[in-house]
T-cell receptor, first 114, second 115 residues
Framework: QKEVEQDPGPLSVPEGAIVSLNCTYSNSAFQYFMWYRQYSRKGPELLMYTYSSGNKEDGRFTAQVDKSSKYISLFIRDSQPSDSATYLCAMSAGSGGSNYKLTFGKGTLLTVNP | GAGVSQSPSNKVTEKGKDVELRCDPISGHTALYWYRQSLGQGLEFLIYFQGNSAPDKSGLPSDRFSAERTGGSVSTLTIQRTQQEDSAVYLC?????????????FGDGTRLSIL
């Protein structure tokens, strides 16, 4: 079992839809959780950064972390064609050891159709 | 402000040649990371620098791979005697420090193709 599992999709939705992206993980040491957006032939761009369990909202984006279930989600409201990209979840341990090292999911390819 | 800058953006070379990839991190960031992104494998950690030191080289796939950082700034990743399986996008990231509460910011990568 890989440390981080993410459905690769592809996921195709109409403009204005609510998008739900998810990752599961197995390492209980993970404390920091991130979502990156990656456009074609570009580097990952940090979207959301959360610590431990709970919700964080930034504009149309909401990140949720449920550590008891080892499950994280990213919700995109009122999706736009410009949201079409690959979304990567990433995680790191809170302290000790190699806590600087990000472990990534393989990414979900999202297309928002006008 | 300026983000992480990587060069070249694309590199095509013949099998067996050496290649050198460059990363210029965000000014003031003491931590620098190299990752590799290949089809089907996702992003894989290669090496971590804190200042000019590399306390974690555990992700380097073979001894053909090496990296250095000078002046606490620019880093180069060198691949000797390239093989076709080295074809991938090599991404560099930097953060203010190596603590896990400091987010990592990525460059656009070098797309390496080995013929």
């Amino acid at each position: 079992q890989k440390e981080v599992e993410q459905d690769p999709g592809p996921l195709s939705v109409p403009e204005g839809a609510i998008v739900s992206l998810n990752c599961t993980y197995s390492n209980s040491a993970f404390q920091y959780f991130m979502w990156y957006r990656q456009y074609s032939r570009k580097g990952p761009e940090l979207l959301m950064y959360t610590y431990s369990s709970g919700n964080k909202e930034d504009g149309r984006f909401t990140a949720q972390v449920d550590k008891s279930s080892k499950y994280i989600s990213l919700f995109i409201r009122d999706s736009q064609p410009s949201d079409s990209a690959t979304y990567l979840c990433a995680m790191s341990a809170g302290s000790g050891g190699s806590n600087y090292k990000l472990t990534f999911g393989k990414g979900t390819l999202l297309t928002v159709n006008p | 402000g300026a983000g992480v800058s990587q060069s070249p953006s694309n590199k095509v070379t013949e099998k067996g040649k050496d290649v050198e990839l460059r990363c210029d991190p965000i000014s003031g960031h003491t931590a620098l990371y190299w990752y590799r992104q290949s089809l089907g494998q996702g992003l894989e950690f290669l090496i971590y620098f804190q200042g000019n030191s590399a306390p974690d080289k555990s992700g380097l796939p073979s001894d053909r791979f090496s990296a250095e950082r000078t002046g606490g700034s620019v880093s180069t990743l060198t691949i000797q005697r390239t093989q076709q399986e080295d074809s991938a996008v090599y991404l560099c990231a930097s953060s203010f420090s190596g603590l896990s509460n400091q987010p990592q910011h990525f460059g656009d990568g070098t797309r390496l193709s080995i013929l």
